[in-house]
């Protein structure tokens, strides 16, 4: 009896062990992952696409990898690090609609609003049609609606990007609303004097919609924009390496910036260029670049958005925010969406990339429908991903822009590219 008691536990439990879950087969970062994540940053820093890498990411809010290769400062022999400091770009963006949101909460305004209405440097704009062939003056036209706040946050302001388009490019050079010795308001100010390159709400194109963001807090707000972001985002969260000006004290941590050539070689670029930004305090606090960070910071940052506006205790946004910056903002009438079909199936949230339709060709970047993302100029990348409670964090320091670095990347975490069966 004993024995056919013992035999019916061995069975139960064999039982147990081979139909109960496999918690592996629920988890995205697995040995197999990680495998393929070590490989993919060794390979870049061994095929010199980059002179270092680092990544982090969290799965269900514990870390479950983190891996740094090749150099921070490849001449100078500093290896890339945990705590290295990286120049983010565009990854400030994220950050400056954060901050406005909370400003949305608080019913200080809302997204269809006109920008005019709290903006009057941006009212009476026009936008340019062309140079008239034969006396060569600019040709403009009215608005057929003003600029929205949604607008702002979406990209389809219509703001002017091209210094060398004819007849618009001479008038957005003399403005010089980018100037890092204007303030925001000035910036604003300048950036009213020059017409709009389309109507807005009829293309995506990318652009300092996200600077404007900045002043509208400034403007919303009453407080400077730099004072107002760490107060009601940064120093919640505890990114208190997350800045404009980095302090002497911390420079020997700064990445040194690299450029990649047509013939695949690096190049380091001189640090009074690269970092000229970020080693002196300048009047101009854009929104839409200049923050330096650390992986750990960031990932503050990417976690609390996967928490749906809370980290650590801390609430920066209602859940229902945050929903709403996830949620493709994008009609299927803008059809002029510059280089944002290259980051794969998306639409465009607030100040987020939004993926709408899964991964389906080997070529595109894989990802999973809707999660939100964004990226920078010198390659950086992160994104959140609220099916899998999973946030990642790239750094590198290379231009220009390598989407083939978050291709390796993605795919690692992923895995390859499956084509799914067709359904009858």
């Keep these: 009896m004993k024995s056919f008691k013992l035999l019916l536990t061995l069975l ?120 008239d062939s034969i006396s060569g003056v600019i040709k403009l036209e009215p608005l057929n609606r003003p600029i929205t706040i949604r607008d702002i946050t979406r990209h389809t302001a219509g703001f002017a990007i091209n210094p060398n388009q004819p007849g618009l490019g001479e008038l957005l050079k003399a403005a010089d609303a980018g100037n890092p010795n204007n303030t925001l308001v000035q910036m604003a100010e300048k950036m009213g004097t020059v017409p709009l390159m389309f109507q807005p709400g009829t293309q995506w194109a990318y652009g300092p919609s996200v600077d404007v963001q900045a002043f509208l807090v400034e403007r919303l707000s009453g407080k400077p924009y730099g004072e107002y972001v760490r107060e009601n985002v940064l120093d919640p969260l505890g990114m208190s390496e997350t800045r404009y000006f980095v302090p002497e004290a911390d420079r020997g941590r700064m990445s040194a910036m690299y450029r990649r050539g047509e013939d695949e070689s690096l190049s380091q670029v001189p640090d009074s260029i690269a970092h000229a930004f970020n080693t002196k305090e300048w009047a101009l606090t854009p929104g839409g670049y200049g923050l330096t960070s650390t992986l750990d910071d960031y990932m503050k940052f990417t976690q609390m958005l996967v928490n749906e506006g809370t980290y650590n205790g801390v609430t920066i946004l209602k859940p ?105």
């Design 320 to 424: 229902e925010t945050v929903q709403l910056m996830a949620t493709n903002q994008l009609d299927d009438s803008v059809t002029e969406r510059m280089f944002l079909p290259s980051k794969g199936n998306v639409g465009f949230g607030i100040d987020f990339a939004v993926r709408v339709a899964p991964t389906s060709s080997p070529e595109e970047n894989m990802g999973v429908v809707g999660e939100f993302f964004w990226d920078g100029a010198a390659s950086t990348l992160f994104w959140v991903d609220p099916k899998h409670d999973l946030t990642a964090v790239l750094f590198v320091q290379v231009m220009p822009f390598a989407g083939q670095v978050h291709k390796k990347f993605r795919d690692a975490v992923y895995g390859p590219y499956v084509a799914q069966p067709e359904k009858k």
């Design 12 to 131: 139960i439990l064999a039982s147990w062990a081979c139909s109960g879950p496999d918690e592996s087969q629920n988890k995205v970062i697995t040995d197999a992952a990680k495998a393929r994540l070590d490989s993919a940053l060794n390979e870049m820093v061994e095929s010199r696409m980059v002179a270092g890498a680092s990544a982090l990411i969290f799965e269900k809010g514990e870390e479950v990898y983190f891996h740094a290769t090749g150099f921070a400062d490849r001449e100078a022999q500093k290896p890339m690090g945990r705590n290295t400091i990286a120049i983010i770009y565009s990854m400030t963006k994220p950050v400056t609609g954060v901050a406005l949101m909370t400003l949305y909460e608080k019913g200080a305004f809302q997204l269809d609003d006109p920008l005019e209405k709290y903006a009057p440097e941006f009212a009476n704009m026009q936008v340019f049609s062309g140079v």
